[in-house]
């Protein structure tokens, strides 16, 4: 019963460290970024959910629907993990597209694009 326990606990916490790291072979880059919110508010996205500004979501030209990344601001190395249902930015020089909530916790409202460093996590 006690080694069912220990295996128990080591599984569960062997589950828990892999979630937010970041996945060596997955997506990495740096680039800009921009947020959209309360205008699309409750407008369907390209995965067929309904954005939610106040979710900590975002728009990717390629990353597959329900990927984690975690996106840095570069120029005060706050960071946040936000899951992928939509497509875009459609603006030539930014990579992602945050939430406004996002956008909040990166500290970026201001200044609407920052520089940013996007880092696939690992499922």
């Given amino acids: 019963m006690r080694l069912l326990l220990i295996v128990t606990i080591a599984l569960l916490l062997s589950a828990c460290a892999?979630?937010?790291?970041?996945?060596?072979?997955?997506?990495?880059a740096e680039g800009q970024a921009s947020y959209y919110g309360a205008r699309h508010h409750g407008?369907?996205?390209a995965s067929g959910?309904?954005?939610?500004?106040?979710?900590?979501?975002?728009a990717h030209r390629s990353?597959?629907?329900g990927s984690k990344?975690?996106?840095?601001?570069?120029r005060n190395d706050k960071s946040v993990v936000v899951r992928i249902?939509?497509?875009?930015?459609?603006?030539?020089?930014?990579?992602?597209?945050?939430s406004?909530?996002?956008?909040?916790q990166?500290?970026?409202?201001?200044?609407?694009?920052?520089?940013?460093?996007?880092?696939q996590l690992a499922e």
Avoid: W
């Fill in 106 to 119: 990166l500290d970026m409202l201001r200044a609407g694009v920052v520089p940013v460093r996007v880092q």
């Fill in 49 to 58: 959910e309904r954005f939610d500004q106040h979710a900590l979501t975002a």
């Fill in 18 to 28: 892999s979630q937010g790291q970041i996945d060596p072979q997955g997506y990495r």
């Fill in 69 to 74: 990344v975690l996106v840095t601001n570069l």
């Fill in 43 to 45: 407008q369907k996205t």
């Fill in 85 to 98: 249902n939509d497509r875009g930015p459609y603006a030539k020089k930014r990579i992602i597209d945050l």
């Fill in 63 to 65: 990353l597959p629907f």
């Fill in 100 to 104: 406004q909530r996002a956008a909040e």
